[in-house]
């Protein structure tokens, strides 16, 4: 065994016991096909206000320009899908992966250990961590790992777990040994399309950020446009309709982090509740929840809009 293939052995068995659900590897290289289709999507204004979008253009689709002489990039996957869900089926609700403490530090966490394990396994070996709070292309990276197939609402899909779940990075510069894409599994289906209750899926594999409820209930930060009342199905911080339709989240299985456990309180309660939630409730039940970033003055216009 030759030590490329040694060292991607040893990777991805950590990557498995640290809980991570996959771990693909690709060549640092940059991504060819993906340049034209983010430039479409963003000239067409696709991304609203997300301004950050339009910036690092480059570094976005060159992993080497990040992490500078980087050769592999590590993708990994953790699984979210909660065992439980919000009790009140009349309640506003909140999108699966916001239900615990907030990923970006479980995931950040899961991948310094990573990165440790491969300088003492393997030596000075420099690298960073991405959990899409950088201009790294996530997805497409993942896709190129054969994690999964990006799929027509635009998230990763994967045959055997569904699409609940993270995705994070490890760059470095370490020659590693690569993993081939998979084939795309939507074939005719249109569930995500068809149920999509903005319409954002403008058409089959681009989803018009600028639509998404996702979108409005989290990045947008002025008031939610009233053509949009009575079309957000009851969501109020995200949304989960394209992936709870998707056929193949039937082979979705709970996950076994328990940071990832939401409070008890937050499952039990009811319509009400969330009617006349107050800073102090917002503030201890969302304590260390990605729910934060709406702050409760996002929150409570969420509400106000579902119920007028």
């Given at each position: 065994m030759g030590t490329k293939t040694k060292y991607t052995q040893r990777i991805k068995s950590e990557a498995r016991r640290l809980g991570f659900l996959s771990c693909g590897i690709s060549k640092a290289e940059f991504l060819e096909e993906e340049a034209p289709r983010l430039e479409k999507w963003l000239n067409q204004n696709m991304h609203g206000q997300m301004q950050y979008m339009e910036n690092h253009f480059d570094k976005r689709l060159d992993p080497t320009k990040l992490v500078e002489g980087s050769k592999s990039v590590i993708s990994l996957l953790l699984n979210y899908f909660p065992s439980e869900s919000q009790k009140d089926p009349e309640a506003p609700k909140i999108s699966k992966y916001a239900y615990g403490t907030d990923y970006h530090f479980v995931i950040k966490d899961k991948l310094k250990q990573l990165l440790h394990f491969i300088r003492e396994e393997i030596g000075e070996v420099h690298g960073r961590a991405f959990v899409d709070s950088a201009p790294v292309l996530d997805k497409a990276w993942a896709a190129k790992s054969g994690l999964g197939w990006i799929?027509?609402?635009s998230n990763l899909l994967t045959q055997q777990v569904g699409s609940y779940y993270f995705i994070a990075e490890l760059i470095v510069d370490l020659d590693l040994e690569y993993d081939t894409a998979v084939t795309d599994h939507c074939g005719t289906c249109t569930a995500c399309i068809d149920a999509c209750p903005t319409?954002?899926?403008v058409?089959?594999?681009?989803?018009?950020?600028s639509k998404c409820i996702s979108y409005f209930?989290?990045?947008?930060?002025?008031?939610i446009p009233a053509s949009y009342k009575g079309q957000f199905d009851n969501w109020m911080f995200g949304c989960d309709v394209c992936q709870d339709v998707c056929p193949w989240n039937?082979?979705?299985k709970s996950h076994n982090e328990p940071l990832f456990n939401p409070t008890p309180e937050l499952l039990e309660m009811t319509k009400k509740d969330w009617q006349e939630i107050t800073q102090e409730v917002f503030s201890a039940i969302f304590q260390k929840s990605a729910v934060k970033r709406t702050k409760f003055s996002g929150l409570h216009r969420n509400i106000r809009f579902l119920e007028d």
């Amino acid at each position: 065994m030759g030590t490329k293939t040694k060292y991607t052995q040893r990777i991805k068995s950590e990557a498995r016991r640290l809980g991570f659900l996959s771990c693909g590897i690709s060549k640092a290289e940059f991504l060819e096909e993906e340049a034209p289709r983010l430039e479409k999507w963003l000239n067409q204004n696709m991304h609203g206000q997300m301004q950050y979008m339009e910036n690092h253009f480059d570094k976005r689709l060159d992993p080497t320009k990040l992490v500078e002489g980087s050769k592999s990039v590590i993708s990994l996957l953790l699984n979210y899908f909660p065992s439980e869900s919000q009790k009140d089926p009349e309640a506003p609700k909140i999108s699966k992966y916001a239900y615990g403490t907030d990923y970006h530090f479980v995931i950040k966490d899961k991948l310094k250990q990573l990165l440790h394990f491969i300088r003492e396994e393997i030596g000075e070996v420099h690298g960073r961590a991405f959990v899409d709070s950088a201009p790294v292309l996530d997805k497409a990276w993942a896709a190129k790992s054969g994690l999964g197939w990006i799929g027509k609402n635009s998230n990763l899909l994967t045959q055997q777990v569904g699409s609940y779940y993270f995705i994070a990075e490890l760059i470095v510069d370490l020659d590693l040994e690569y993993d081939t894409a998979v084939t795309d599994h939507c074939g005719t289906c249109t569930a995500c399309i068809d149920a999509c209750p903005t319409q954002a899926i403008v058409e089959p594999y681009v989803v018009d950020g600028s639509k998404c409820i996702s979108y409005f209930t989290i990045e947008l930060k002025e008031e939610i446009p009233a053509s949009y009342k009575g079309q957000f199905d009851n969501w109020m911080f995200g949304c989960d309709v394209c992936q709870d339709v998707c056929p193949w989240n039937r082979f979705s299985k709970s996950h076994n982090e328990p940071l990832f456990n939401p409070t008890p309180e937050l499952l039990e309660m009811t319509k009400k509740d969330w009617q006349e939630i107050t800073q102090e409730v917002f503030s201890a039940i969302f304590q260390k929840s990605a729910v934060k970033r709406t702050k409760f003055s996002g929150l409570h216009r969420n509400i106000r809009f579902l119920e007028d």
